[in-house]
């Protein structure tokens, strides 16, 4: 099983701004769940904790193996929900992980 974390920052000049574009966020990844073959679970959180050091949203999935997050990576879902975030994300962070 192969884990993949991705954690992001978005643009926002309030609060409420930033809100927004977290739930757009996850509302376009969660969108992919049974269209990928091989993502076996998908769910993306919005943190709540407004820490200074807190990133605003996470994405967490599990694949059946490293061919399917390869594909995953490529997959024409997938390229659009990226192309549809562009200039949303302010920063970006990934784990991949085998277990």
Request: charge should be negative; charged fraction near 30%.
């Amino acid at each position: 099983m192969i884990k993949h974390i991705v954690i992001w920052n978005v643009r926002g000049e309030s609060e409420e701004e930033r809100k927004a574009s977290a739930l757009n966020l996850k509302l376009r990844f969660e969108g992919l769940i049974g269209e990928v073959p091989g993502l076996v679970s998908l769910e993306v959180g919005i943190d709540f904790s407004r820490v200074p050091y807190a990133c605003d949203v996470v994405l967490y999935s599990e694949f059946t193996d490293k061919a399917s997050l390869a594909a995953y990576a490529e997959h024409p879902a997938h390229l659009r929900v990226r192309q549809e975030l562009e200039g949303v994300r302010t920063a970006r962070y990934q784990v991949d992980y085998e277990v």
